[in-house]
């Protein structure tokens, strides 16, 4: 199975940036098998709209509100995101969770409201360092995607992938091993097929993912692909990244 990757600039690039970003990931493309996603900021969704041809590439947004329209300043809606010609929202991403204290209860209604829109959703979970010293990782995880998708109906799986991300590795350089994070990746897939009877979904590992270990990670048989941070925002390293998934 094709591994699908997922870039996520996460709050970095101006337009400037990011046309010569574009301009270097262009003259490095190849005939990609592997399905690829780039989430930009705001500000630079339209560049990749606008310059990236080969329908494989799809675009991303890294957050969207649940509300379609209103007096909610400084918010991006999934309708505005549908209408701008982006397909896919990266919800329930630690950083949300820690900086903007993201509940459990309000990305399980962006969910909806993404999925309710057209987008497929990009649904991030994971535990930090403390609930992984206390070894309650899997309670941790289990819960979040209970209480995110609980009104969530099977139908609608199709569209969510899910990224674990241990909290603790990401931004560090160093990914957790990837025995570990297999035994994750199969504890949501086995948790989603027990309680949704859905035993479809994509699970992607995130956490520092970078060219020197995407290899060992790609090889696992429940890691379906990678939600890529820092090692993105580097054209060359990224398209590195993408032919190690499409050698596997």
Known sequence: MNKLIVANFKMNQTPIETDEYISKFLSLEKNFKSGIIICPPFTSMYLFTKKLK?????????????????????????????????????????????????SNTLI???IKAALAN???????????????????QNDVITNQIKKS??????????????????VWAIGTGTAIFPSE???????????????????????????SVKSGNAKNL????????ALIGGASLDAKEFVKIIDIAENI
Not at 118 to 136: D, H, M, Q
Not at 149 to 166: G, H, R, S, T
Not at 218 to 225: A, S
């Open 149 to 166: 998708l609980q009104n969530i109906e099977k139908i609608d799986l199709k569209n969510i992938i899910i990224a674990y991300e241990p």
């Open 181 to 207: 994070a297999d035994k994750m990746c199969k504890l949501i897939k086995d948790f989603i097929n027990k309680n949704y009877n859905y035993s479809q979904t994509k699970v992607l590992y995130g956490g």
């Open 54 to 102: 080969n329908p494989k590439i799809k675009i991303g947004a890294q957050n969207c509100y649940f509300k379609d329209c209103g007096a909610y300043t400084g918010e991006i809606s999934p309708k505005m995101l549908k209408s701008s010609g982006v397909q896919y929202v990266i919800l329930g991403h630690s950083e949300r969770r820690i900086y903007f204290n993201e």
């Open 108 to 110: 399980g209604e962006k």
């Open 118 to 136: 057209g987008l497929s959703v990009i649904f991030c979970v994971g535990e930090n360092e403390n609930e992984r010293t206390k070894n309650i």
């Open 218 to 225: 790609f090889e696992m048989p429940n890691i379906d692909g």
